[in-house]
């Protein structure tokens, strides 16, 4: 597993009254550790109140700018959250482990159409995706489709204005609003409606190469069907969860039994038993071996690991593809063991 780094924050800005964005410093010695492509996301390591706490925060800013900036909103029962938009300053250090993920875009030498539909904090990772995007071939288009309550609570809103002004032939923006009424808006929520609205009638003429999605779960569904429905490759759709919603694990109370595990970790390899009934991750956390892992809820992609041996079942998993999982892929914090020994190799993915 990458080490994490003691990273100075630079500046904290504020994006709404409830949002901030950080940027931290990175030292020149350790640039190509945090260098980055646009869509990643850090993971911060932070004790508080006795507790370590370990947030995933997608990178806003793009790979050319040279700079490491995530945008964080406060949350109503956040911890981290609330920490960020309500004590971090410029000087505070805070320990940041080397960026992560798969919901990147790839520069091509050919122009590219890209569409991206965004809710709320959604929009930082499609911040970074935009810019490379339009920067990366004069003829590239993007289309962004960003759902908010209002413009107050819209997150890099100025920015995206100012790259409206930029691009003003190439980039453009489709603003809907719950709870606001404005010129040049959509009213309501990012539904089947809107997205026909977007992509069948005023971007009815142009063909999209690739579509980017970021949001809680019920909108990632509800723009990847209508997609599809309309006739669009799933392999052309794109998409980072920044909320799922709670899955009962039915799994372990049919378990019985405990598994021999090895965790291969860094080229070293360490042996437990565990109960089926737990999760991979949490027995390993629990034998004090510092595995990869962020959001422990099978949203983001810092806990994969490959079997090497035996058998595990997810209880969910919205990330890795059917292909990947026949590879022997799995999200350790989502995995139950279902047979006498499992080998996990946390190197090989």
Partial sequence: ?????????????????????????????????????????????????????????SISSAPSSGKLTVGIKKMPEGTFSVYANESLKAGDVLDVLPPDG?????????????AAFAAGSGITPIMSIAQTVLESHPENIFVLVFGNQSPEE??????????????TNRFFVQYIYSRARENDALFGR?????????????????????????????????VSDTLKNNGVDGDRIHF???????TEDTMAENLEGMTQVEVILDDETFSFTMDKKKLVLDAVLNEDIDAPYSCQGGVCSSCIA?????????????????????EGLILTCQAHPLTPKLVVDYDDV
């Fill in 102 to 114: 798969r919901f990147v875009f790839h520069k091509d030498t050919q122009p590219k159409n890209v």
């Fill in 154 to 167: 819209t997150m890099y809103f100025q920015k995206i204005q100012e790259l409206k002004e930029e691009y």
């Fill in 240 to 246: 980072e969860l920044f909320t799922s919603t709670d």
């Fill in 1 to 57: 597993m990458s080490d994490s780094h003691a990273l100075q924050i630079t500046a904290v800005d504020a994006l709404t009254p409830n949002a901030v964005a950080l940027t931290f410093e990175v030292p020149e010695n350790l640039k190509d550790v945090y260098a980055y492509e646009a869509g990643q996301y850090i993971t911060i390591k932070h004790q508080l109140n006795g507790k370590e706490l370990r947030r995933a925060y």
């Fill in 190 to 222: 990012i539904d089947t409606s809107t997205i026909n609205f977007v992509v069948k009638n005023k971007f009815k003429d142009t063909a999209f190469d690739a579509f980017y999605l970021c949001g809680p779960e019920d909108m990632i569904h509800a």
């Fill in 306 to 326: 490959r079997i090497k041996e035996g058998r595990a079942e997810m209880v969910k998993n919205q990330i890795l593809t059917d292909g990947e999982v026949a």
